[in-house]
T-cell receptor, first 113, second 114 residues
Framework: DGGITQSPKYLFRKEGQNVTLSCEQNLNHDAMYWYRQDPGQGLRLIYY???????QKGDIAEGYSVSREKKESFPLTVTSAQKNPTAFYLC????????????FGPGTRLLVL | KQEVTQIPAALSVPEGENLVLNCSFTDSAIYNLQWFRQDPGKGLTSLLL?????REQTSGRLNASLDKSSGRSTLYIAASQPGDSATYLC?????????????FGAGTQVVVTP
């Protein structure tokens, strides 16, 4: 089945620790995105990528980093510089072009110990 | 900058009633608007995408309208069912030059009671 997978489903971070969230897609999409969702709020864009080895900051990139070494993969690292990382993280992908539908993964919930 | 607002934040209706969900956006020069559904603790599922040249888009019991001049979109769900209980989000492109970046509303949480 084609789709987007995210792992793990739940992730716990200790003080000062960097953690990495996985996102993989087999839809052959060029564009991939990372969003953060806080309770009662809409999604906010962290990073996005249009092509391998290239990515741009979204609205709330501080404290996060990404890589795009393969078309299928777009991992997100939550660094120790992110002081309020507790949230629901969603990965999405789409074909290139104006107004293309974005397809979402099931999400990763990050909690701080 | 595009801003997207959804009112009300929550809505409860008895089964069988029609649902009307509202979405407002500030930049009327959009080229499309999308509606998504999110179940608790899950990712988003695309429901409908309306192009700027369209006034309506329909899929089964769902109908979405787009009025660019007033900066509004409405999602209608006919004959609601308990399975329609979810949060519904709308999203518009961040700028007219955007190829994929979306600005999301905070969503409307819907509960359909049997």
């Amino acid at each position: 089945d084609g789709g987007i997978t995210q792992s793990p489903k739940y992730l716990f971070r200790k003080e000062g620790q960097n953690v990495t969230l996985s996102c993989e897609q087999n839809l052959n999409h060029d564009a991939m995105y990372w969003y953060r969702q806080d309770p009662g709020q809409g999604l906010r864009l962290i990073y996005y990528s249009q092509i391998v080895n290239d990515f741009q900051k979204g609205d709330i990139a501080e404290g996060y980093s990404v890589s795009r070494e393969k078309k299928e993969s777009f991992p997100l690292t939550v660094t120790s510089a992110q002081k309020n990382p507790t949230a629901f993280y969603l990965c999405a992908s789409s074909t290139m072009g104006q107004g293309e539908t974005q397809y979402f993964g099931p999400g990763t919930r990050l909690l701080v110990l | 900058k595009q801003e997207v607002t959804q009112i009300p934040a929550a809505l409860s209706v008895p089964e069988g009633e029609n649902l009307v969900l509202n979405c407002s956006f500030t930049d009327s020069a959009i080229y499309n608007l999308q509606w998504f559904r999110q179940d608790p603790g899950k990712g988003l599922t695309s429901l409908l995408l309306i192009q700027s040249s369209q006034r309506e888009q329909t899929s089964g019991r769902l109908n979405a309208s787009l009025d660019k001049s007033s900066g509004r979109s409405t999602l209608y769900i006919a004959a609601s069912q308990p399975g329609d209980s979810a949060t519904y989000l709308c999203a518009a492109p961040m700028t007219t030059d955007s190829w994929g970046k979306l600005q999301f509303g905070a969503g409307t949480q819907v509960v359909v009671t049997p």
